[in-house]
């Protein structure tokens, strides 16, 4: 259930979005994946889900390769993107079935009550999708990621737009679906790590600065809080 990644890297002519960066995410073990904007989270994700390909190295999820087995690999994933792709014009319960056939999945009309019940979107399930706030948008986002009960979780900013009663109930969700998945985390707000994360990878223009668990980093920057690291290592 491991997400291994070796010497990844992608590059635009002269511009190396991600150099060869290296690191593992475990399973039972939330990773935060940071980095200032540009810093090369959103092409790790993308490269780490098939969605893009690598100049060079690999990555490994549940011992397949996603260069030789892409298939196999996005049905063990389950990826939140930063900017959620939903269809407005769907209803909530239609978006999810349809997903769930996708994945070919069997008890489609249980499994969309589970999912459901679990992000909280029961008051919002027979709504289209358009209507519905930024932060229940999310929530769907969130529904559709973990339809198919993956191995690996992927999230790009998973509480964007979240009022604060939303977040607490999502990086709930988060930490329970932590327990027996492997879930990668990106993003760039501080307090999300430190609620959430196990270990954390800082990334910087492409190069990796820090793949520790919070615990170590701390200790190694004499206790000092994760905003004043990340700004020492991100300069």
Known sequence: ???IVKNLAKHYGEQKAVNQISFEAKPGRILGFLGPNGAGKSTTMKMLTGYLAPTSGEAEICNLTIQ???LAVKKLIGYLPENTPLYLEMYVREFLGFV???YGLKNIAQ???EVIKLVG???EQHKKIGMLSKGYKQRVGLAQAIIHDPQVLILDEPTSGLDPNQLADIRSL???LGKD???IISTHIMQEVEALCDDVIII???TLVANTSIADLRKEHQQASLEEIFKALTR
């Open 121 to 123: 979107l029961t008051q």
């Open 68 to 70: 030789t087995a892409p």
């Open 100 to 102: 769930a056939e996708t």
């Open 174 to 176: 988060i930490k329970s």
């Open 181 to 183: 998945k492997t879930v």
């Open 111 to 113: 499994r969309i009550e």
């Open 204 to 206: 910087n223009k492409g």
């Open 1 to 3: 259930m491991s997400v």
